[in-house]
């Protein structure tokens, strides 16, 4: 009886393996692997969210291996950053100590090592996305401060015939990421670049945008509207209605100049009527902290081009170039205390 569970049991098994996705299987393959290195008492395992061992960081000829972990710190593999600046690889458990190794014969001659013969023998141990053994690594910006020092110690005649080509190896990858950034190339190789648009995004919305409708008070001031009619050459009256075509020219010169996808966010949540006109106003959405005062702040800014403009094309040439519109694609990563454009 025992033996016949037994068997019942296996296929069940089986079968729901069989059931299970790709994916499914990928991460209980992964759980697996943390449980069985932390029962045999090696380091805590970081997983790694992003990145592959076909999407290298590339540097002219140099590819080196790296990833973005759960708690979104950039890291290099170990063995990668060793080929990668130009030391051998294998050298059994002693080889993991080459970087560290380096830098303390540097720093034995006087060389400033930034703090790197610390950092090389502190590698962070993480699991990679797809599965695989366990892998040490660095910070990506650990790349920088080595290059820099093995380019100094290249220049004082530090490194020996032996070792002259590992500063060139430093200037040819200090030169490939002097003008992105070391970090922004990780993003770009493991694809977290995109991932990391979406969540920039998602944190302005959220700090501009109001989940309830706030009280209305009166926010555009009437010399906003004085300015527009002077500079198309319109009679202005203060209980006069105004054209139609005001409206698309607010969106333009305010909401979306006010910080990235805040108008599309606006105009998505902002109920309608039966003949689709909005039922409040756009700004009665902004939140209390951040987008209500952003708002006045941007609107101060352009009334002043406007007092300073002779006409209306002056006036939006000088806009364009101070207050650019927000694209739909935000080109450039945003820091964690973005709070909308300077006034």
Known sequence: MTD??????????????RRLSVSQRTEIARQAAMTRWANEGKAQLI??????????????????????????MRVLAQRGL??????????????????????????????????????ANSPIRFLPPHGGNPADGYEATILPDICAVLIEAGRRGLLGKRQEH???????????????GIIALVDEATGYQEIRERDALAKILERFVAKELRPWVKTFPAEFYREIFRLNGWEYAENRGRPGVIGHWTNNLIY??????????????????NRD?????????????IGHPKLREHLMGVVMLMKYSPNWKTFMDRLDREFPQWGTTMLLPFPDDYAGPEI
């Not at 108008?263 to 009527?273: A, F, G, T, Y």
């Open 256 to 273: 979306k100049r006010l910080a990235p996808r805040v108008w599309d966010e606006l105009n998505r949540i902002s109920p309608r009527d």
């Open 166 to 180: 590992l500063a060139e190896r430093a200037a040819v990858l200090q030169h490939g990421f002097a003008k992105l």
């Open 47 to 72: 997983l790694a969210a992003y990145g592959a061992p076909d999407r290298p960081l590339r540097i002219g000829d140099v590819e080196i291996p790296c990833y973005v972990l759960a708690d979104g």
């Open 82 to 119: 060793h080929s990668g600046i130009g030391l051998s690889e294998g050298g059994g458990k002693g080889g993991a100590r080459k970087i560290a190794i380096l830098m303390e014969r540097l720093a034995e001659n006087g060389l400033d090592v930034r703090g790197l013969v610390v950092r």
């Open 4 to 17: 016949d569970l037994a068997e019942h049991s296996s296929k069940g098994g089986l079968e729901r393996a």
């Open 277 to 289: 006109r909005l039922k409040n106003k756009l700004f009665q959405r902004l939140t209390d902290e």
